[in-house]
């Protein structure tokens, strides 16, 4: 049997090109130009890619500790509505790079947004978070077993 053996490169890689490619899609469902809701989701989601761009390594084990460790249990049981009704006040703080009360109106936006979508897109949100959240379990594995 051959082993599949991935490089945290490859996995760190796997994750930058997933979390894009989600905030592409969740732009791409907030299209309407004059709207200040989707131009404020849009601008979020480019952000987010900004900050992937300048230092994937902390965005990765950030999400890792901040969000999967917290909610492993209803990221892999799909849970939607817990996500979608969740007060988020108590997982983000001000920081160097976070605006926490920016992030929250954001995140406030997104998730009222996401309750008038089809169960379709709802699941594929689950996908994507599913994706993400066990891209950085690897990342975060791979790198203690190095240290």
Request: charge should be negative.
């Given at each position: 049997m051959n082993n599949l053996v991935?490089?945290?490169?490859?996995?760190?890689?796997?994750?930058c090109k997933n979390y894009k490619e989600w905030m592409e899609w969740t732009v791409s469902l907030f299209k309407e130009e004059n709207n200040k809701t989707h131009k404020t989701i849009r601008g979020g989601c480019e952000l987010v890619c900004n900050f992937i761009k300048l230092n994937p390594i902390l965005f990765i084990t950030g999400y890792y500790k901040q969000i999967y460790a917290r909610y492993k249990k209803y990221i892999d049981d799909g849970d939607f509505n817990f996500f979608a009704e969740k007060d988020y006040s108590w997982d983000?703080?001000?920081g160097a790079l976070v605006n926490a009360k920016k992030a929250l109106?954001?995140?406030?936006?997104?998730?009222?947004?996401?309750?008038?979508?089809s169960d379709h897109v709802k699941s594929r949100w689950m996908k994507y978070v599913k994706t993400v959240s066990k891209l950085s379990l690897l990342y975060v594995i791979k790198k203690a077993q190095k240290e």
């Open positions: 991935i490089d945290e490169k490859s996995i760190l890689n796997a994750f983000i703080e001000d109106e954001t995140i406030h936006t997104i998730r009222k947004e996401l309750h008038k979508f």
